[in-house]
């Protein structure tokens, strides 16, 4: 059984078609999914997804991407929206350097503002970095500690970072990248990770893994990061499918009926 902690069931290639996707996934064996959300649209719609379907929790938040719409009264809706029983972490929620579709200060300060909303909450959080590294380690660290926890979803970063983030408690979740023919930096950072700390997720419907890269993504190829994750860690799929649903049941607080694995 496996757990697919990033996936955006919300985004309309995958939403139309819901069931089909959901049916595929548990047929791979993947017991939960998180649906993520990345504005206030999109968040509300993974709680109505994950309130209407068996086997979803819902994550809500505003991108980085989105940053630059960010109002009050948006965080007020938002932290409506997470009390619901089904939402079970804060986010998706960081800096994104890389496309810069909101300018970096504005990025920071509405980065900064829900780290704080999702204490508050007590909800873990989810943790978007696309080349800010430094700047959403610095941030971490001066608004931490954060008890609920946290990711750093789709790990880009390098090997050597990986004991920075384990000291702030955070799990370490890797995608399809994961699994790319020339992935050497993915592929470090996951050696130093301890089996404890992994995650693994598709961030659907990007980021296919090989060997459907350029595809469309869904739930059900997290498989395949699981079985790449497995070969770099040297043990079985078995075991690395085990261990990394029993971490994300931990930091997400999974528990319910459809909980059948014995572990
Ligand atoms: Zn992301
Ligand atoms: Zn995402």
Known sequence: ????????????????????????????????????????????????????????WAAVGVHPHDAKDWTPAMAAELEELARHPKVCAYGEIGLDYHYDFSPR????????????LARALNLPVIIHDREAHQDVLNILRAEGPFPAGGVMHCYSGSAEMVPAYLELGFYISFAGPLTFRNAKKPRLAARQVPMDRLLVETDCP??????????????????????????????????????????AEQLFGLKGADATEAN
């Open 1 to 56: 059984m496996i757990i697919d902690t990033h996936a955006h069931l919300s985004d309309r290639r995958l939403a139309g078609e819901l069931q089909h996707w959901l049916q595929l996934a548990r047929q791979a064996g993947v017991k939960w999914i998180i649906n993520v959300g990345a504005d206030l649209a999109s968040s509300r719609l993974a709680v109505e997804q994950a309130a209407r379907h068996e086997g979803l």
């Open 105 to 116: 200060p504005v990025q920071r300060e509405v980065f900064i503002e829900q780290l704080r």
């Open 206 to 247: 990007y980021l296919s893994p090989e060997p459907y890269r350029g595809r469309l993504n869904h739930s059900a190829r997290v498989v395949h990061v699981v079985e790449r994750l497995a070969e770099i860690k040297e043990v079985d799929f078995a075991t690395m499918a085990a261990q990394t649903t029993r971490n």
